[in-house]
């Protein structure tokens, strides 16, 4: 892990007149950089060649003569062969020489690798770059690991598919799709059995991923991705926020429940099995009744962090969960960076961090908020990483 000192060290050289928010062009790169724009910051986002245009020409930022933003959001595009070259000493250092703070998300993880992240990137990250790795199921001390240090509640696991007895949950990587999902569910050991070798057969999962799933309960109910805050400078108010609720569009799984029970039941073999690929968000909200666990949740996990992943997280996390019939909450993911939701907010924010800030208030300008007040308050060194 690259100790904090030396990213400390790096700001030093840093002209803070200048900063700019990067990020990588992908995930919630969007809100990221609207949300900067927002709050008087230019942006910078990192692009894979092929893949730019929404960044380089569809959200290109322009300015009148006075530097506002009247058009787009983001001033400038590092255009590099693959996401990866970001860790590059070149690439690094020509972001340094830009001033650039570096927002991380779950593309800047799964493209450049956690163990670049964790021990190349000398960049300034806003965020906790120790508790990145906790995301990724299966490591020694994961999200699960960490759940269970707090006291928070997650599915039931299971540890053998012949102990599979009610609706189950199966959680792998999809065989082609790398950064995808090739989840699936059962209800039995035989149905464990019959739809892995589906599966398998489509090259959807593959059986050394299969091996190390992680099997759990599923629970019926709701999903909401709960998107807080936690600001190390905030002096007078609550330093979690609840800025906004979202829920996700999968595909196929949403294109299978759109179909009556009875069609369902004509799919042929490769139509049978749906796939849960994200591919957009909507917004929610929550009854009221339920904030107040939703609250200690967010404590609870702000408290374990600090305890474990010391100085703790910092800026937006994410807990996913699903709401059972006795409106009990199930900690199902846990995102210890910016939400891959929060561009449902952006530009509009949403109902709990508007209506906290008393004007549209997304993530991404939340996170913008914090560093524009560090900067102004000499407190930088308290949010990076």
């Not at 593309?107 to 120790?130: A, H, K, Q, W």
């Not at 690991?145 to 598919?161: C, E, F, N, S, V």
């Not at 892995?196 to 991923?209: A, F």
């Not at 330093?239 to 294109?255: A, M, P, T, Y």
């Amino acid at each position: 892990m690259i100790d904090r000192d030396a990213i400390f060290e790096l700001l030093d050289d840093y002209d803070l007149s200048d900063a700019k928010i990067g990020v990588i062009g992908s995930h919630s790169a969007l809100d990221t950089c609207d949300g900067a724009v927002e709050e008087g910051l230019r942006t910078l986002a990192v692009c894979q060649d092929g893949r730019d245009t929404p960044y380089s020409r569809y959200f290109k930022a322009f300015r009148d003569n006075d530097g506002r933003v009247y058009r787009g959001m983001v001033d400038e595009v590092m255009l590099l062969p693959k996401f990866r070259d970001v860790i590059k000493p070149e690439v690094m250092a020509d972001l340094r020489k830009r001033n650039v703070l570096f927002v991380p998300n779950r593309s800047f993880t799964s493209y450049c690798s956690i163990d670049s992240v964790e021990n190349e990137f000398m960049v300034p990250l806003v965020g906790s770059r120790n508790l990145l790795r906790s995301e990724d199921r299966g490591g020694p001390k994961d999200y699960y690991w960490l759940l269970d240090k707090a006291g928070m509640p997650y599915p039931r696991r299971i540890t053998d598919p012949k102990d599979i007895n009610s609706l189950t949950i199966v959680k792998l990587h999809h065989a082609k799709k790398k950064l995808e999902r090739g989840f699936f569910t059962c209800a039995s050991y035989r149905e464990y059995q019959e739809k892995s070798e589906q599966l398998i057969r489509q090259g959807v999962i593959d059986r050394e991923c299969l091996e190390g799933a992680r099997m759990e309960e599923y629970i019926i109910g709701p999903v909401f991705n709960l998107d807080f805050f936690y600001s190390p400078l905030e002096r007078q108010g609550e330093r979690v926020e609840l800025i906004g609720v979202d829920w996700r569009f999968e595909s196929s799984l949403d294109g299978h429940v759109r179909i009556p029970a009875a069609q369902q039941l004509t799919l042929n073999e490769d139509q049978k099995v749906p796939e849960y690929t994200v591919c957009g968000h909507n917004s929610a909200t929550l009854r009221e009744s339920l904030l107040e666990n939703a609250f200690k949740l967010a404590e609870q996990y702000v408290e374990a962090a600090r305890e474990h992943f010391a100085p703790g997280i910092i800026g937006p996390f994410c807990l996913q969960t699903c709401v059972d019939k006795d409106l009990k909450f199930y900690i199902y993911d846990v995102a210890p960076r910016i939400g891959g939701g929060t561009n449902v907010h952006m530009s509009v924010g949403h109902a709990y961090g508007n209506s906290l800030w008393r004007k549209n208030m997304s993530t991404g300008r939340r996170l913008a908020m914090e560093v524009r007040r560090a900067l102004e308050e000499d407190r930088l060194k308290e949010i990076v990483t």
